[in-house]
């Protein structure tokens, strides 16, 4: 079973950075893969799309992040990154990565935990 291992939250500062990692247990076939990413759960709201690689490797983002986030990857270590820019506090909350694999398999990291102080 592929694991998501996710890394790089924490607590910073509004107007701040942090970078965001997603690696793969295992080597995954890339021409397997449907979408890659990241998506956030603040409290009490729903989880929601933050950026995502599509199969053919475009990228998509949220309108609230478009121009400070941006989300990258190293295909040889199956891992992608989420840099976050000019961080706002309305950022804060439990960051996960997902991926998503040709027949309909799902897979979600533990969360990362981002806090953005005013």
């Known amino acids: 079973q592929v694991q998501l291992v996710e890394s790089g939250g924490g607590l910073v500062q509004a107007g701040g950075s942090l970078r965001l990692s997603c690696a793969t247990s295992?080597?995954?076939?890339?021409?397997?893969?449907?979408?890659m990413g990241w998506y956030r759960q603040a409290p009490g709201k729903e989880r929601e799309l933050v950026a995502v690689?599509?199969?053919?490797?475009?990228?998509k983002y949220a309108n609230s992040v478009m121009g400070r986030f941006t989300i990258s990857r190293d295909t040889a270590k199956n891992t992608v990154y989420l840099q976050m820019n000019s961080l706002k506090p309305e950022d804060t909350a439990v960051y996960y990565c997902?991926?998503?694999?040709?027949?309909?398999?799902?897979?979600w990291g533990q969360g990362t935990q981002v806090t953005v102080s005013s």
């Open positions: 997902n991926m998503e694999r040709t027949a309909n398999r799902v897979y």
């Open positions: 295992e080597t995954v076939n890339i021409f397997s893969i449907n979408t």
């Open positions: 690689f599509s199969r053919s490797w475009s990228t």
